[in-house]
Nanobody, 111 residues
Framework: QVQLVESGGGSVEAGGSLKLSCVAS????????MNWFRQAPGREREWLSN???????LYADAVKGRFTNYRDDIKNTLYLEMKSLKWEDTALYYC?????WGEGIQVTISS
């Protein structure tokens, strides 16, 4: 049974940093494509970043240069390190590993 457990969300002031974690079990972690998404109230889910099994990454323009998507294959953990956070980064953040979704974790940025 595949399980993804997210942690690291919370509330910070604008300009601050947070690091989200997504711990996976029940799948071959190192062979999976890995993505982060977010959904703000009243808006559609938004893709943020892709990390391929070969280590290449892609980022949406909205987060490029501020967010870093990386993984630890020994810990079966995907990370999203977020810096220079803005009010508009407030959303529910989701990891997606292979075809499986995390439950979502709230990130709130105060201005």
């Amino acid at each position: 049974q595949v399980q993804l457990v997210e942690s690291g969300g919370g509330s910070v002031e604008a300009g601050g940093s947070l690091k989200l974690s997504c711990v996976a079990s029940g799948l071959v972690f190192s062979r999976c494509g890995m993505n982060w998404f977010r959904q703000a109230p009243g808006r559609e889910r938004e893709w943020l970043s892709n990390l391929n099994p070969d280590g290449t990454t892609l980022y949406a323009d909205a987060v490029k240069g501020r967010f870093t998507n990386y993984r630890d294959d020994i810990k079966n953990t995907l990370y999203l390190e977020m810096k220079s956070l803005k009010w508009e980064d407030t959303a529910l953040y989701y990891c997606k590993i292979c075809m499986h979704w995390g439950e979502g974790i709230q990130v709130t940025i105060s201005s």
